[in-house]
Antibody, heavy 119, light 107 residues
Framework: QVQLKESGPGLVQPSQTLSLTCTVS????????VHWVRQHSGKSLEWMGR???????SYNSAFTSRLSISRDTSKSQVFLKMNSLQTEDTGTYYC?????????????WGQGVMVTVSS | DVQMTQSPSYLAASPGESVSISCKAS??????LAWYQEKPGKANKLLIH???TLQSGTPSRFSGSGSGTDFTLTIRSLESEDFAVYYC?????????FGAGTKLELK
């Protein structure tokens, strides 16, 4: 069955770089896009960016200058790297599969990884 | 960016009751709206897309309506598993944006 699982450090120091991995199973990264979405504690969801099935990427302009998404199809993994972290970046980070051919819909989600930015 | 405004933020109801959640877009998004359910310890679940189309596996007591800027999620005959947080999301234009969520609590 389709599964996504995020992994990464729970604690990152301010100004440092966050590196997260999304490991997927049950589908191919060359057939489906994968997104990163974050949620500040108790708040709403914010779309960060997308790894398209063809390897292209799209980013939310709110993060463009410090966000990078990449993948390793052989390992079924999608990576998020975001630099210059601040306390406001504390939250839960999710990866999600795009479930439609054209529309940006998230039909399967990981359970999320909580990241705290603190010294 | 398209702003999505959900109301109410909190809703208390009892099993068997029906509830409705509103989602308003800051500009017309046609019917490019989805609803998600969030429960502690579980992955978010896509319930409805295209404003009113039930995702496979979504119980028929859930329904969605609306187009343009005004949308509604209705849950009829609430069951215990329905108490959760619900989010709307527009996908008419980039970036996709979400409402702030509605927490449905047991009365």
């Amino acid at each position: 069955q389709v599964q996504l699982k995020e992994s990464g450090p729970g604690l990152v120091q301010p100004s440092q770089t966050l590196s997260l991995t999304c490991t997927v199973s049950g589908f191919s990264l060359t057939s489906y896009s994968v997104h990163w979405v974050r949620q500040h504690s108790g708040k709403s969801l914010e779309w960060m960016g997308r790894m398209w099935s063809d390897g292209d990427t799209s980013y939310n302009s709110a993060f463009t200058s410090r966000l990078s998404i990449s993948r390793d199809t052989s390992k079924s993994q999608v990576f998020l790297k975001m630099n210059s972290l601040q306390t406001e970046d504390t939250g839960t980070y999710y990866c999600a599969r795009n479930g439609a051919t054209v529309a940006t819909l998230f039909d399967y989600w990981g359970q999320g990884v909580m990241v705290t930015v603190s010294s | 960016d398209v702003q999505m405004t959900q109301s109410p933020s909190y809703l208390a109801a009892s099993p068997g009751e029906s509830v409705s959640i509103s989602c308003k877009a800051s500009k017309s998004i046609s019917n490019n709206l989805a609803w998600y359910q969030e429960k502690p310890g579980k992955a978010n679940k896509l319930l409805i897309h295209s404003g009113s189309t039930l995702q496979s596996g979504t119980p028929s007591r859930f329904s969605g309506s609306g187009s343009g800027t005004d949308f509604t999620l209705t849950i009829r005959s609430l069951e215990s598993e329905d108490f959760a947080v619900y989010y709307c999301q527009q996908y008419n234009e980039y970036p996709p944006t979400f409402g702030a969520g509605t927490k449905l609590e047991l009365k």
